[in-house]
């Protein structure tokens, strides 16, 4: 008695090894395609997103998709070009916080 799934033939005795290599090996390679896929437009994204975040242009995306992982670890370790905007609001925020508490304490001299 032969039951037929696809490609594996199942006997009275059991399965056929070689079917069952012939389906584990034809499901890893459609697998591993999948996976390749993802990673093939997975990397330009994450780039591109990357690129943007640190005030770069969207050619970082053509980059990711030419170079991959290279291109985002280009853009990993390039300077961030947001930080001159970064540090300006930081040092404004420390002047009024500074003339706050200056402010503050002027007005509790006076009221002794």
Do not use: H
Not at 13 to 40: E, P, T
Not at 55 to 68: K, Q, R
């Amino acid at each position: 008695m032969w039951v037929d799934l696809g490609n594996l033939n199942v006997t009275e005795k059991g399965v056929n090894m070689y079917d069952l290599m012939d389906l584990v090996r034809g499901s890893l390679g459609f697998i591993l395609i999948v996976l390749l896929i993802c990673y093939i437009f997975a990397i330009p994204f994450f780039t591109s997103w990357l690129a943007s975040q640190k005030g770069y242009s969207g050619v970082w995306f053509l980059l990711g998709l030419i170079f991959g992982i290279l291109a985002f670890l280009a853009i990993g370790f390039a300077p961030d070009k947001n930080i001159n905007e970064i540090a300006s609001t930081v040092d404004s925020l420390k002047k009024s916080l500074k003339n706050q508490n200056t402010v503050k304490t002027n007005n509790n001299d006076e009221k002794e």
